[in-house]
């Protein structure tokens, strides 16, 4: 998906100075983002209060709507840079078309992985007969310095490692290593990207990483993650520091939960680009609006989405040390 704000804010972000080395339980609640004529999105990075975890730096949450008499989604033609993009859904189907050639539909509980590198272009829309809901997640991951230039790919992966803890939790390996189960999607850096489905009854503790930072946000139901409940539409940060987990659901419910090793680099972020610096993002912005480096959408109906108008004041990603 694109961000479609039509004043997009530039977020810098990355480096030490945010990430918790100890287990936290900080509450973060979703900002609603208004996408195109009526869609609503649940924006939960970045956030006011935490703008990355791990390298996953943009999460947004979408349905479950009722697209029945409407056409859902339908992203014209845009570009990224200096990212992947991960489409998750758990109803509904997305059509992903790009600059390579892939024409790819992504149904529920398949990855859809697009590793932007230097440049890319991508439409994502509802076929044209679709399941009535639509509901999923939106995620990018910044790519490091020495991968963030490498060349543009997709992959599709629908069969994902499953770990099924004791105690009625289904977790679906998404992107990384969750438990000794490692996804097949293409990663860049050390993070976990999984998928829990909670039985009602759920009572468990999965086993996770000290050296990651963590978050989890709510996919539907209402599941509490290290004693705190998560309404859905929020997230909760973590920290590091935590040998395991513990998660407990009285009804059906799904989260998701996010990690990795924290993202020493500095980043800065705005529109659909990643970069380091104020040059690199008003560089891709003058590219893609003159019509190269980020190659051509084949398929879609509809006119390329126009890059916003970059902000006034330039952007400097902060240092390490303040
Ligand atoms: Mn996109």
Known sequence: MSNLDVKPAPTVCGGREDVSAEPVRELLTARTVTLGESTQVRRLLPNLGRRMV???CFVDHYGPDDIARESGMQVPPHPHMGLQTV???HDGEVLHRDSLGSLQTV???ELGLMTSGRAISHSEESP???PRLLHGAQLWVALPEADRNTAPAFEHHADLPVVTGGGGLHATVIMGELDGAVSPGTTHTPLVGADLALAAGTD??????PDFEYAAL????EAEV???RLAPGSMLYLGCGRRDLAIRADVDSGLMLLGGEPFDEKIV????????SNDDIAQARSDWMSGSRFGDVRGYDGAPLPAPELPATPLKPRGRAR
């Open 54 to 56: 791990g390298a996953w």
């Open 87 to 89: 489409s998750w859904l």
């Open 107 to 109: 149904r529920p509980r």
């Open 128 to 130: 044209r007969d679709h």
């Open 204 to 209: 468990t503790r999965l086993p996770i990483r």
């Open 218 to 221: 709510t996919m539907s139901g």
């Open 226 to 228: 290290d004693g705190v």
């Open 269 to 276: 972020m705005w529109w659909n680009f990643v970069g380091r």
